[in-house]
């Protein structure tokens, strides 16, 4: 290939030029080329051919030149000036062999012939250079395409970040009143409630990042149950049911908190909790339902619990889950199912 572009391209793209504009120029004046002495052809396809080693000699180094200077990376500066550099360049070579040649053969030079030496020649530049930076042009799209996701990656995790540490405040306020309440009344329960929520706060800060066996997520609810209990009202219900096939599924942790977290927060009326977490096919359905009072505040579906979770879900899994939240009479009810792969 590299002989082929060295040696034989060159003469080509000088005899394409060359034939190009004698098969216009004919065409408009009516008469053929090949009819005139043979030594005056040659002579013009033998400068033709020159040319054709000279030009894309030039050209050549003109991209290198390019290259060294933007590090083979394209921009609309690069493209401008390196699109101006070889039409400014091509004029030049043209005007200087073949208006000169036309003006001493045939007729002398006409406008045609300058008309066609300055356009048929640069047409073709235009074509090599579009067909010899076409790999670039690719590579150049496809660099910025990661570049741009790359981008989108880090913006996404900074946004996740974000959420995690709007939601850490206000969960670790409500362990600590409750812990401090209990000291009042057994100080020994409040040494196991300080241990699970060490456990608590460990599994948040060291698991985050990656996805977790769903049993684990499972563990760390039973344990932030227990601890939400300790505040609440000795008339509660509660009513939970973990599928026993949960075992294995790979989940991004704490999606599944901040329903049971909003439930323990808002529950009222008759007292009642249910939370109920099972495996449906490829999904993870879990659904989540606390008696409210008469009179709802509409708090309930607008905190920045269910906010944030709603933002992570279509981060973490887009066109992968269903969320749904809402009153439902005396009841409050949420709905997450997550598709996920086993």
């Not at 619990?305 to 009153?327: M, Q, S, V």
Request: overall charge neutral; glycine content about 4%; some cysteine.
């Amino acid at each position: 290939m590299s002989f082929f572009r060295k040696y034989i391209f060159p003469p080509l793209y000088g005899l394409t030029v060359y034939f190009t504009i004698r098969l216009l120029n004919d065409s408009v004046s009516g008469k053929v080329f090949w009819d005139r002495s043979w030594k005056l052809n040659f002579t013009e396809q033998a400068w033709s051919v020159v040319m054709g080693f000279v030009v894309l000699w030039i050209f050549d180094r003109l991209f290198r030149w390019f290259d060294n200077r933007w590090e083979s990376q394209l921009s609309y500066t690069r493209l401008a000036k390196e699109l101006g550099y070889l039409i400014l360049l091509n004029v030049v070579l043209q005007n200087l062999v073949l208006t000169p040649l036309a003006a001493f053969t045939d007729d002398g030079l006409q406008w045609a012939d300058f008309v066609l030496i300055n356009t048929v020649p640069l047409l073709y530049a235009l074509i090599y250079y579009g067909v010899t930076h076409s790999h670039k042009f690719l590579q150049s799209y496809i660099n910025g395409k990661v570049q741009l996701e790359k981008i989108m990656n880090d913006h996404l995790r900074t946004e996740l970040k974000f959420l995690r540490a709007q939601y850490h405040p206000h969960f670790l306020f409500n362990a600590l009143n409750a812990i401090y309440f209990q000291m009042d009344e057994n100080v020994e329960e409040a040494k196991k409630t300080v241990e699970k929520f060490s456990e608590l706060l460990r599994y948040q800060l060291y698991d985050q990042h990656q996805t977790v066996p769903i049993s684990r997520e499972i563990h760390y609810l039973e344990n932030f149950i227990a601890l939400q209990k300790l505040r609440s009202s000795a008339r509660l219900e509660l009513e939970t049911s973990f599928d026993g096939l949960l075992n294995g599924e790979q989940v991004y942790p704490l999606l599944f908190q901040p329903l049971v977290e909003n439930a323990f927060k808002y529950v009222g009326g008759d007292y009642l909790i249910k939370i109920s977490l099972c495996k449906r096919e490829k999904d993870i359905f879990m659904t989540v339902e606390n008696s409210m009072h008469s009179a709802a505040s509409p708090e309930i579906s607008s905190g920045i619990g269910l906010a944030n979770l709603k933002r992570r879900l279509e981060l973490l899994y887009p066109d992968k889950h269903h969320f749904t939240a809402g009153p439902t009479g005396t009841s409050f009810f949420a709905q997450l199912s997550i598709t996920v792969d086993s």
